[in-house]
Each structure stands twice: as structure tokens, then as C-alpha cells.
């Protein structure tokens, strides 16, 4: 979401294994702002949020286990 809290349609989403930076995957977040990824192999990431005109956002050291789903939130901001 932006700071209004209005949804952010098409920032990509970058989720790479910590350790190894060539295993990754990608998607684009919809028109409601909501993304996922299904099939990640259990691991940490970090997870990397991007759209133009806006700041990008990283998360390092996201533990994601087998049959867990999990839930983040990120406010992205304008680029001054």
C-alpha cells in the first residue's frame, strides 16, 4: 500500500534464498496489492519490493517452513 494506505497494483516482488542468490522467484502484486508464491522450498530469504516512483523495500532473513503460510504487510513510499 502507499502511505494512504490505497492499494499498489504491479510492484514486483523478488524473494531470493539467502545463502544462494541464484534460487528466487518473482511475481507482481495485484490489483488489490496482494501477492503469492506458491512452492517456495523451506529456507530464509530476503524479499525485495519495487515500483517506480516509489522506494524499494527489503526484508532480510524471512524463515519460511513447510505448510505455513506467510502473511507481510509493506507501505511503500514516494521517492522525494
Same mark, same amino acid.
Given at each position: 500500500?502507499?502511505?494512504?494506505?490505497?492499494? #499498489?497494483?504491479?510492484?514486483? $516482488?523478488?524473494? &531470493? #534464498?539467502?545463502?544462494?542468490t541464484a $534460487? %528466487?522467484?518473482?511475481? @507482481?502484486?495485484?490489483?488489490?496489492?496482494?501477492?503469492? $508464491?506458491?512452492?517456495? @522450498?523451506?529456507? #530464509?530469504?530476503?524479499? *525485495?519490493? %519495487?515500483?517506480?516512483?516509489?522506494?524499494?523495500?527489503? *526484508?532480510?532473513?524471512? &524463515?519460511?517452513?513447510?505448510?505455513? *503460510?506467510?502473511? &507481510?504487510?509493506?507501505?511503500?513510499?514516494?521517492? %522525494?
Open positions: 500500500t502507499d502511505p494512504a494506505k490505497k492499494p #499498489l497494483q504491479k510492484a514486483a $516482488i523478488i524473494l &531470493r #534464498l539467502t545463502t544462494q $534460487i %528466487s522467484y518473482q511475481t @507482481k502484486t495485484d490489483a488489490k496489492g496482494f501477492f503469492g $508464491i506458491a512452492n517456495i @522450498k523451506p529456507g #530464509l530469504y530476503d524479499i *525485495e519490493v %519495487s515500483l517506480p516512483n516509489f522506494q524499494t523495500i527489503t *526484508e532480510t532473513n524471512i &524463515r519460511f517452513a513447510p505448510g505455513k *503460510e506467510l502473511k &507481510r504487510k509493506y507501505i511503500m513510499n514516494p521517492v %522525494s
